[in-house]
């Protein structure tokens, strides 16, 4: 099992800089596929981001491709999410997720965070 606990959201302008962080407890990390997702009141969880378990391969939302970054450290049990150039539409709260074979819906993720807010004022 693993537990996760997200960091790092707040309020920031249009065009500035955010860096998530997601901190994991559990024996299994590194064979896991970490994602990062958002989900506005009203919407459904979307896809932001997600990292192979070994760091080799990352995807990326076309929304956010060339703005947020993701990376991880398998050994301190983390992933982050860096996030540049942010924008209005960007506001919403981020979740880290864990998957162990599939990347590109909430559904295959079985293990999340509490999630982390992030405002971005324009």
């Known amino acids: 099992q693993l537990q996760l606990v997200e960091s790092g959201g707040g309020l920031v302008q249009a065009g500035g800089s955010l860096r998530l962080s997601c901190a994991a407890s559990?024996?299994?990390?590194?064979?896991?596929?970490m994602g990062w997702f958002r989900q506005v009141p009203g919407k459904e969880r979307e896809f932001v981001a997600a990292?192979?378990?070994?760091?080799?391969?990352?995807y990326y939302a076309a929304s956010v491709k060339g703005r947020f970054t993701i990376s991880r450290d398998n050994a301190k049990n983390t992933v982050a999410l860096q996030m540049n150039s942010l924008k209005p539409e960007d506001t919403a709260v981020y979740y880290c997720?864990?998957?162990?074979?599939?990347?590109?819906?909430?559904?295959?993720?079985?293990?999340w965070g509490q999630g982390t807010q992030v405002t971005v004022s324009s």
């Open positions: 559990g024996r299994t990390f590194s064979s896991h596929i």
């Open positions: 990292i192979s378990n070994r760091g080799v391969s990352t």
């Open positions: 997720a864990a998957a162990r074979w599939r990347w590109g819906t909430a559904t295959d993720y079985s293990y």
